[in-house]
Nanobody
Framework: QVQLVESGGGLVQAGGSLRLSCAAS????????MGWFRQAPGKERELVAA????????HYADSVKGRFTISRDDAKDTVYLQMNSLKPEDTAVYYC????????????WGQGTQVTVSS
């Protein structure tokens, strides 16, 4: 399993920006697809964005398309989530997750980082 540690969460006003980082250790980072999930109070965890092991393919939830950008730096074993034009409905705990290439589920998870967007 790869170990994941998120950082970069915080409190921001609506319309502002934050960049989340997720540092990985323990396995070959480049062998993993990476994803960012979020969970708001009373709601199910949802996939926000994902990036393939090569960085060549990305996926975004409809609710964040055009506002969020996922990227990875394999030299730093880190995946990022740039969040722009934040809205109060983006408030949630954001989790980084890893999925080994060829495996269907994300099996490694970080501890989560809180993002709060005030109106």
């Amino acid at each position: 399993q790869v170990q994941l540690v998120e950082s970069g969460g915080g409190l921001v006003q609506a319309g502002g920006s934050l960049r989340l980082s997720c540092a990985a250790s323990g396995r070959t980072f480049s062998s993993y697809d990476m994803g960012w999930f979020r969970q708001a109070p009373g709601k199910e965890r949802e996939l926000v964005a994902a990036i393939s092991w090569s960085g060549g393919r990305t996926h975004y939830a409809d609710s964040v398309k055009g506002r969020f950008t996922i990227s990875r730096d394999d030299a730093k074993d880190t995946v990022y989530l740039q969040m722009n034009s934040l809205k109060p409905e983006d408030t949630a705990v954001y989790y980084c997750a890893a999925r080994r290439v060829g495996v269907s589920n994300f099996t490694s998870w970080g501890q989560g980082t809180q993002v709060t967007v005030s109106s």
